[in-house]
């Protein structure tokens, strides 16, 4: 797996500079609707965290980016990144989305989950969900999704119901579930993706993205 040397995840606890928040464009991807929805809906990630022969837990972390309608980038993603409260979000204010917490274990036999809960997309152009899988990322090597058992349920109060599997079909340590847009009856339509990327393709295609890593410039590299 080819990777570009100056782009790394982004530590967890570890703080960021403003020069590595800077909007991109990238070109928008086509993609079949699931189902559509008024406002409010949950988003949880379910894995199996770690099997009773293992000794260490696999991190997965549910994420949203978006892309603003005002051309800007955000996201809504573990604290843990950028020790930043607000990653978190929030349902009372912009972004009006709010991630739930990160969790490591949750129940027994190892078997952990992540929650994002949408209020409403008001201000947001696209949204971008997407796991990613945390120690892969750090040894910059392809995840094997399916060996954690994970999956994403989408599901909203109207009975709306999505889930899907996430199967490593390529090298990579992020799995780009689905999108999120406004479509011209006002309805959000909860779009398919499915597609496995490594972090170089990752921020380069997902708006926001970079908020969650470390981009070194080439002069650093040379020093």
Known sequence: MTEDPLLSIRKKGVQCTDAERRPYVTIREKSGII????????????????????LTARDLDLCLFYRGEDGGTGGVFSSEYRERPEDLGSLDKFPYILHRGDKVLSGQFGDATEEIWIGALHGIEKAYICVVDYEAANA?????????GAY?????????YHRSNLRSEGEGCVYWVANLQKGPDGLIRLLRKRKVLTLVEASEQIPGFKLICNVRGRADDER
Do not use: H, I
């Open 35 to 54: 189902f559509t929805f008024k406002d409010k809906m949950k988003v949880r990630l379910c894995w199996n965290a770690a099997d009773q022969e293992e």
């Open 140 to 148: 910059e090597s392809a995840s094997f999704f399916e060996e954690s």
């Open 152 to 160: 994403v349920e989408f599901y909203t109060k109207a009975g709306d």
